[in-house]
Antibody, heavy 119, light 112 residues
Framework: EVQLVESGGGLVKPGGSLRLSCAAS????????MTWVRQAPGKGPEWVGR??????????DYAAPVKGRFTISRDDSKNTLFLQMNSLKSEDTAVYYC??????????WGQGTLVTVSS | QSVLTQPPSASGTPGQRVTISCSGS????????VHWYQHLPGTAPKLLIY???ERPSGVPDRFSGSKSGTSASLAISGLRSDDEADYYC?????????????FGTGTKVTVL
């Protein structure tokens, strides 16, 4: 069974940084493309970005609102996905989900971790 | 920011058929497959329909999708109380600035 468990969320001040983790199990993580999706309170989900598997170069793509501030990385030896978030803004407040990436759609999601950016 | 438009709510009695619409543009729904996700708040979102009308293993055939031009629809037949959830459409968008996956504004389904 595929399991994705996010952690690392919390309260951070504007301009601060936070690193989210996503522990994966139940599938061959090193072969998987992975994606981060966030959902702000009362809003629809928003795609944050993705990282391809090393077989596809391990390259990353980002949505415009986070490009240059967020970095997605992975540690295949630990089956873990990361999201480094810098220069955080209030509009980054959201529940952050990691998902497997088909790469046409997102079959499996974690429960999410809440990030609150507020002074 | 959601670029696909859905009605905020839909409702029906048990056993009824409910349809949710999703309106996009030529750069997303008009040229790419549509996917649907079901989300009960506090739980992990779930892929419901992919590539317009394909269902992952375990999703009952009461759920079906369709697409016409720049719009798509999700139909739930034989409505059940455990279908109460938020439903989101989604599609890849042919953005000039690179890959972009867009979601709908969401529809809350209530079983009366």
């Amino acid at each position: 069974e595929v399991q994705l468990v996010e952690s690392g969320g919390g309260l951070v001040k504007p301009g601060g940084s936070l690193r989210l983790s996503c522990a994966a199990s139940g599938f061959t993580f090193s072969n998987a493309w992975m994606t981060w999706v966030r959902q702000a309170p009362g809003k629809g989900p928003e795609w944050v970005g993705r990282i391809k598997s090393e077989a596809y170069g391990g390259t990353t793509d980002y949505a415009a609102p986070v490009k240059g501030r967020f970095t997605i990385s992975r540690d295949d030896s630990k089956n873990t996905l990361f999201l480094q978030m810098n220069s955080l803004k209030s509009e980054d407040t959201a529940v952050y989900y990691c998902t497997t990436d088909d790469p046409r759609y997102f079959p499996n999601w974690g429960q999410g971790t809440l990030v609150t950016v507020s002074s | 920011q959601s670029v696909l438009t859905q009605p905020p709510s839909a409702s029906g009695t048990p056993g009824q058929r409910v349809t949710i619409s999703c309106s996009g543009s030529s750069s997303n729904i008009g040229s790419n497959h549509v996917h649907w996700y079901q989300h009960l708040p506090g739980t992990a979102p779930k892929l419901l329909i992919y590539e317009i009308n394909e269902r992952p293993s375990g999703v009952p055939d009461r759920f079906s999708g369709s697409k016409s031009g720049t719009s798509a629809s999700l139909a739930i037949s034989g409505l059940r109380s455990d279908d109460e959830a938020d439903y989101y459409c989604a599609a890849w968008d042919n953005s000039l600035s690179g890959p972009l996956y867009v979601f709908g504004t969401g529809t809350k389904v209530t079983v009366l």
